[in-house]
């Protein structure tokens, strides 16, 4: 009887570990990432930088992509995110294929990430996004 309880007791801490660290990645997740790289290509942006803001709580994620904001479903699981479709403002501007590509690359895509100090990078396949924390 007193080895299932230790038993028990183990399998619970476990668990409640997985839980914390899972609530963790959200956290650092939370906040506004500008654009950085977009597979090994530097971003050229005067004063319109793209980026994205988590809200993990809600499972959302806003952004910016340099000419029109965005938004959609953003689910974090165990260090991969899984964005569903995204919906955003349809502004005519000069150039967007640095806005083209980044909503490419995370519409209904599920991505790795890490977070490195200020750094997070979000990587699926051949596609790498390379962000720093706003702020």
């Not at 803001?53 to 000419?67: H, N, Y």
């Not at 980044?102 to 209904?108: C, Q």
Request: proline share 1%; charged share 20%; with cysteine.
């Amino acid at each position: 009887m007193k080895t299932n309880i230790i038993v028990i007791f183990l399998i619970t801490a476990i668990l409640q570990s997985c839980a914390v660290k899972q609530q963790q990645s959200s956290v650092h997740l939370n906040g506004y990432w500008n654009l950085k790289n977009i597979n090994s290509a530097s971003i050229n942006t005067a004063d319109k930088t793209p980026g994205l803001e988590f809200r993990s709580a809600e499972s959302k994620v806003f952004g910016f992509g340099g000419c029109n904001q965005f938004s959609g479903s953003a689910e974090v699981k165990a260090g991969r995110i899984k964005f569903g479709a995204l919906i955003s403002t349809k502004m005519a501007c000069p150039a967007l294929e640095t806005e083209t590509n980044f909503l490419r690359i995370i519409s209904n895509n599920e991505m790795d990430f890490r977070i490195s100090g200020s750094e997070l990078t979000l990587y699926s396949g051949q596609d790498t996004l390379i962000f720093k924390k706003a702020g």
